[in-house]
Each structure stands twice: as structure tokens, then as C-alpha cells.
């Protein structure tokens, strides 16, 4: 003991004290300074990592209400396609639909008539003569207009509670109903009690409006709307089963609140994932969501006992610094006492391999492909994920250009390349990389350049990230929103985005294109005979014939049922486009085997000129509209111009 005191006191001399002093009291603040960051960080990639999976849910609600409003569009597209859609036609139609498995949430598809009061009685009786004796617009009472429900399926227990109801009976589906009316859009109502709830599972409801018109009527100002309306395709939503799956793995962690509007009451609220948390969060983020002329208010939480915990990462982090700082005093104490100095070297040489391993372990078991790159940009080490991801056995890169990898072509992007890390500059991007079986793969790579002293680069850290799958779904994503499923034609949506364009085109060139307006005769016979399936296989081979008449700049696209659309670009006249669509009837009429058995159909078709018979799109899409109805008056299997029109002086 009194050999322990004595090299104590020649230890804690003055000379050694004092400098071991000054660097606790440094590192020390250093240390604080470097964990306060390093929180921060934290806190900022954890808003940020949060804000990333907020968005995309975001995103995934926005899309699958996008699509439900497809699913009323096309159902409107029925009334347009034939003068009048019985009961069971509308059952077959929603029946192929498959709502629980291909859009679930969605209650039914149904459809609501607009009823004057004195067409009240009847409406009532011809409904009760079609086997519904009982039937009756509910609530009763006299009303200036009424929205009867006349068909609403899966026609089940739940949904046969609204037969027969008065939508414009209740405030908040009559101020979305007349919205759809008025614009002649689809619209969004507020939340409202769906009339299908019971006192089980009750669930707050909203209701999507699409408005339907009559055939060919003109509808470009409200009155004229509504001489030509007919009533609503709608859909009821129960909002939990509208949102469940969304939240996707974000689910369990993630607390998503849904208010109708800006307001955040509890009036207001439409979903919430986790009823009955408390209002404590760690993370938290407010998202706007406009859909069909209504806003939706998306209230994300992560709750502290929901949050992913970074607890583990942070508390390596400030050891870290905290073996950093100590090994500062304990060098600092090592200079002024030789004796420990031996063993304190020996320790923090063993701290230096631990930490090494551990560092080794991360790098090697990460998810990400983790590589480096000397001051030449060859590879000098690549971690398993990132050998794997290439396809190269191991080793077999090292020594090879960065850009070898790259696929041929714009040297001007390789320049740019070498020149920001030159400057030292790091940068996260997309990149395509090429790997051994010759295939690609997309990736976010991220780089980090190293500089020396003098600021030349000495060597670069890569982290690649493979995100191929989830550039796949988004480019199928776009494929299914432009074309249609069927036929693989472009759909109604984006010939009309075509259409746009053309028009743009035309007027800045002074040119001529056509639109043709196409619609089978006799496939109503063909599906009443021979089944839906032989009418899918006659609109495909169809739309083959038709493909192969047209040129590869023209668009040909499925408006829907057996009606197509066709642009021809730089039309020198009607004789021309008359040509092309006498070649388009001549295909059709040749024979079709459909099921081992020859059948026949044809074709009639409407064309309209630009700037001939219309300058805008509305105007061009009624002259070949009404050019075909002129073909099929006239007896069918062929093809009509648009009638030229002059203003009048």
C-alpha cells in the first residue's frame, strides 16, 4: 500500500496533473459538442426516413382512390356504349369486376337515378314491375329532386339497405352529388354514415360521384348538363376497409388519422389506424390529399413504443466518443508517466482491432453494397452484398474502372462524374450498372470522395442500394394507368393526353390530322352467343388488325366495350384518312375463329378532320362521333366523314 501511495504521489506530480487536466476539460467539451450532432443527425434522419414512409402511403391512398374512380368510369361507360343498361347487365358487369380481391374497400358499384317529382310514381311502379313489388323512395316525404339507388351491386343484405334511398335526402351526398352534376366530373363526398352500417363494425363512410349524360348530348355549360343528365355511378367506401393494407409494413409503427378537410376535429375523422392512443409522439408529419375536388388530412404519428429505436446505434455512437475523448487524456496522461505508458498503448491497440472487427462485421453483413475506389476510381474492395448484387466472383473486380460498369455512351456524364469527385464533392444518384450475366440493375449509389491535405483525391467510399424491383413496379404502374388491360391499347386517359398534344402540334406546324372514331357492329351478338371470353378474343384480334393498317406514328387506342380510337397524323385530306379506314374495314371483315367456329363482324367508322371539322378536342371528338352514327344509319361496314360546318357570318 504504501508502495501504491508513493507511485501515486510521484505520479499526480504538477507536471502530470496539470496537461492531463486541460485534456479532460477539452475532450470533454469536444465530446459534448460531437454527441449533440450526432443526436441531431439523428433526429434529422429519423424525420426524414419517417417523412419518406409517410409519403409513400401517402402516395399508395392516393393511387388506389384513383383507381375506384377508374372502376366508375369505366361502369359509366356502359351507358355511353348501349341506350340502356338493364339490371342484369350492371350485375354481370360489377360481378367481373372481383371488388373484394381486385379493389377492396369498395361496398358496391351502384347506380342512382335522377327522378323529377312528377316522374316519382312512375319510376316507383316500373321498378316494382321488374319483380320488387315493395320497392320505394326512402325517406318519404316531398322533395323538389330525388337520387333514387336503382342498382347497387354485390346486391347482398348489407347493400340492399340502400335500395331504393334518396341520396339527395341528406345534406352531404346532395353537396357532392350536385358538385359532379355542375362540373360534370367526378366528386368526392364528406363524411358521412354509410346507409348499409348496422350497430356492428360501424365505420365512417364517404361516397364517389361520377355523373352520367346522355349519349352524344352536348355538354359544355351546366344548363346543357343538366337537359342531358341521368343520374349518378357511384360508389359507398367504409373507410376502414377502404384503408386497410395501405400503411403496408408501416402498419404496426405508424399511427395514420384521416380528417375530412383542413380541420382536424374529432368531428372530422375518418380513419385512424390505432383509436384510443394517447397524443404522445416522437415523430410526427401532416400530408394534404386533394381527391376529386375534396381535401383529405393525413395526420401521422409514431408514438415512442411504435417508433423504430435507434437507442443501440446511439449509445455505440457516444462510446465511441467517449473512448475517443478518453484515449486523448489517457495518451496525454501516457506522455507525462512513462511507466503506464506501455500499458496504456496495449489497451487502446486492443480497443483499435475491436472496434475494427466490429466496423469489418457491418460493412460485410450490410444489406447495402459497400465499395472502394483508389484515386485512379478502380475498385480496391467490394463487401459480399455488392459482389453478389454484380454477379462477380470475389476479387474479381478489384482494379476495375467504377465506369466499366456503366452502360455505353455520354462520355459528357463521365466527365461530369470525375470532375465532382476531383472536387471533392459527394453526391447521391441513380445509376445503372452492368453486371456479369450482361443484365443491368438499377441502383441509388451514394459517393463520398476523400481528399488529401493538398486536395487531391485519394480514394472514394461507394454505397449501392439495388432498387430494380421497385423500378419495375413503377413502370408497370405507369403501363396499367395508360393502356388498357385488355388489349394493351393505349386507354381513354392517355389518347386524350395524346390528343393534347396532337392539337398543340397541329396549330404551331399549320397541319392536318384525323381522328377516327370506331365501333364493331354485330359484337353484341358475338358476346350474347358465343360468351364474354369469345368477345375478349374478338376485341384483342381486333385490335391486331387494326394495329397492322396504321403506321407506327399513328396511336391507336380502346375507348371502351367495341368502340377504338384512332389518330392519324399528317393527313393530307379526307381521301387519305377515307383510305386508311377502308383498309381497317377490309381487315375486320375478314373472318375471326373464335372457339372452332367463323364468325364475322364489321365495322363502323366516323372521321374528323382538324382544323376541318373542329379546332378543339371536344369538337372533333363529336364530328367523328356523330360521323359514325351516320355510317351505322346508313347501314353499317363502313366509313363517313365529318359534315364540314361554317360559322355563320
Not at 409519403?55 to 382512390?65: D, F, P, Y
Not at 394495329?547 to 393527313?571: I, K, P
Amino acid at each position: 500500500m504504501q508502495g501504491l501511495a508513493r507511485w501515486l504521489i510521484r505520479t499526480l506530480t504538477p507536471a502530470v496533473a496539470v496537461p492531463t487536466l486541460i485534456a479532460l476539460v477539452f475532450s470533454s467539451l469536444i465530446g459534448a459538442v460531437v454527441v449533440d450532432r450526432l443526436e441531431h443527425a439523428h433526429q434529422q434522419a429519423a424525420q426524414d426516413a419517417f417523412a419518406r414512409e409517410t409519403g409513400e402511403v401517402t402516395l399508395r391512398i392516393e393511387e388506389r382512390l384513383k383507381a375506384y374512380r377508374q372502376v366508375l368510369i369505366s361502369a359509366r361507360a356502359l351507358f355511353l356504349a348501349s341506350r340502356e343498361v338493364t339490371r342484369s347487365e350492371w350485375q354481370s358487369y360489377v360481378e367481373a369486376l372481383h371488388l373484394p380481391e381486385n379493389y377492396p374497400g369498395i361496398q358496391g358499384v351502384g347506380f342512382a337515378v335522377h327522378v323529377s317529382p312528377d316522374q316519382l310514381a312512375r319510376h316507383e311502379e316500373r321498378i316494382r314491375a321488374e319483380g320488387f313489388p315493395d320497392y320505394r323512395v326512402s325517406p318519404p316525404g316531398p322533395r323538389r329532386e330525388y337520387g333514387a339507388i336503382i342498382y347497387l351491386e354485390p346486391f347482398d343484405w348489407r347493400n340492399q339497405r340502400a335500395f331504393g334511398y334518396d341520396m339527395l335526402s341528406e345534406p352531404v351526398r346532395r353537396e357532392a352529388m350536385t358538385r359532379a352534376l355542375q362540373l360534370g366530373v367526378p366528386a368526392l363526398s364528406g363524411k358521412v354514415r354509410l346507409v348499409q352500417e348496422t350497430t356492428i363494425d360501424p365505420q365512417p363512410g364517404v361516397l364517389l360521384y361520377v355523373p352520367v349524360f346522355r349519349r352524344s348530348a352536348d355538354l359544355g355549360t351546366p344548363a346543357q348538363r343538366e337537359r342531358a343528365f341521368l343520374g349518378w355511378v357511384y360508389s359507398p367506401f367504409r373507410m376502414n376497409d377502404l384503408i386497410a393494407g395501405t400503411l403496408g409494413n408501416a402498419g404496426p409503427r405508424i399511427r395514420l388519422r384521416i380528417y375530412d378537410g383542413h380541420d382536424t376535429k374529432p368531428e372530422t375523422l375518418l380513419f385512424d389506424s390505432h383509436p384510443g392512443m394517447d397524443g404522445t409522439t416522437e415523430l410526427s408529419d401532416r400530408n394534404l390529399l386533394e381527391l376529386d375536388s375534396r381535401v383529405w388530412t393525413l395526420m401521422f404519428d409514431a408514438p415512442p413504443h411504435l417508433a423504430p429505436s435507434h437507442t443501440t446505434g446511439n449509445r455505440l455512437e457516444t462510446g465511441a466518443i467517449v473512448l475517443i475523448c478518453g484515449l486523448l487524456v489517457l495518451l496525454t496522461f501516457s506522455l507525462a508517466s512513462a511507466h503506464s505508458r506501455a500499458r496504456e498503448l496495449d489497451r487502446i491497440s486492443s480497443s483499435l482491432r475491436s472496434s475494427e472487427a466490429r466496423y469489418s462485421t457491418l460493412v460485410n453483413q450490410s444489406r447495402d453494397g459497400i465499395a472502394a475506389l483508389d484515386a485512379d476510381l478502380h475498385f480496391s474492395f467490394l463487401n459480399p452484398r455488392l459482389q453478389r448484387l454484380l454477379g462477380h466472383p470475389e476479387g474479381s473486380l478489384n482494379g476495375t474502372p467504377f465506369t466499366a460498369l456503366w452502360p455505353p455512351g455520354d462520355p459528357a456524364h463521365r466527365s461530369r462524374f470525375l470532375a465532382r469527385l476531383l472536387r471533392g464533392e459527394p453526391a447521391t444518384y441513380e445509376q445503372t450498372l452492368l453486371t456479369a450475366d450482361g443484365s443491368y440493375l438499377t441502383a441509388i449509389v451514394t459517393d463520398a470522395p476523400h481528399l488529401d491535405k493538398d486536395g487531391r483525391l485519394q480514394s472514394v467510399i461507394l454505397s449501392v442500394t439495388d432498387i430494380s424491383e421497385r423500378k419495375a413496379s413503377e413502370e408497370r404502374i405507369h403501363y396499367l394507368a395508360t393502356h388498357d388491360s385488355l388489349t394493351g391499347l393505349a386507354n381513354r386517359a392517355s389518347f386524350l393526353d395524346q390528343m393534347n398534344s396532337s392539337l398543340l402540334m397541329a396549330r404551331r406546324q399549320h397541319s392536318r390530322f384525323a381522328l377516327l372514331y370506331l365501333d364493331l357492329d354485330h359484337f353484341k351478338e358475338v358476346n350474347d352467343s358465343l360468351g364474354h371470353a369469345a368477345g375478349d378474343a374478338l376485341l384483342i384480334e381486333t385490335a391486331k388488325r387494326m394495329r397492322h393498317c396504321l403506321r407506327a406514328t399513328d396511336l391507336l387506342a380502346r375507348q371502351g366495350g367495341d368502340e377504338f380510337t384512332a389518330l392519324l397524323h399528317d393527313m393530307g385530306g379526307m381521301n387519305e384518312a377515307l383510305a386508311v379506314a377502308e383498309k381497317i374495314r377490309r381487315a375486320i371483315n375478314a373472318p375471326f375463329i373464335l372457339d372452332g367456329r367463323e364468325t364475322r363482324v364489321s365495322v363502323s367508322i366516323g372521321i374528323a378532320l382538324y382544323p376541318d371539322h373542329g379546332t378543339d378536342l371536344a369538337s372533333l371528338t363529336r364530328r367523328a362521333d356523330a360521323a359514325m352514327y351516320r355510317t351505322k344509319s346508313i347501314g353499317r361496314n363502313g366509313a363517313s366523314g365529318a359534315i364540314t360546318r361554317r360559322n355563320p357570318p
